[in-house]
């Protein structure tokens, strides 16, 4: 399929997607907003006073339900490359996460608190090279846990974004090492042809 042939079909997709109409009928930025909803549904993430980070915020869904989850009494700062419209409720840092001036800074807006939930819905400029794709997912996979690890409270729950395929069991091999249990969500709301899926781990076996 040529480039331009493939871009109409991939706009077709969107328009015609329910859940991006859900999206901007409630306000929502991204149909992402969803899939963390129904996660919540199912496993109650968000409780008031936590400090939540979300990784690869933009353009904002995570955030937007984190923030009305917290209903103001908790702290929300969320990390992107990408610039981030401001939401009341959240602190946005706009750094590279995989760069260590943008870790420093969000450890600083930390000032050493410990973290209820880390969020990471990132994901990579895709570049059409499977192997080379995948490699990239888990790269910025792992650097989420090893944060997650390092910052979360021993209670505390990590929500991350991988895809299924080469990695993925290594992937899941060392979500068991660090954390108590370990449980995979394929929420609604992802695409019927993506291979993502969440991994949602919680209680550390031992404080970082």
Known sequence: ??????????????????????????????????????????????????????????????????????????????VDLLDMTGLNGVTFIQGDFTEDAALAELETTLGGRRVDLVLSDMAPNITGIAVSDQARVYALADLALDFAVRHLEPDGAFLVKVFQGTGFEDYVKGLRQAFRSVATRNPDASRDRSRECYLLARGLKQSG
């Not at 991204?30 to 353009?59: H, N, Q, W």
């Open 1 to 78: 399929m040529k480039r331009q042939a493939k871009t109409r079909a991939w706009h077709h997709r969107h328009v015609s997607d329910p859940y991006v109409r859900q999206a901007a009928e409630q306000g929502y930025r991204s149909r992402a907003a969803f899939k963390l909803l129904e996660i919540d549904a199912r496993d109650r993430l968000f409780r008031p006073g936590m400090t939540v980070v979300d990784l690869g915020c933009a353009p904002g869904g995570w955030c937007q339900v984190a923030a009305q989850r917290l209903g103001g009494q908790g702290r929300v700062i969320g």
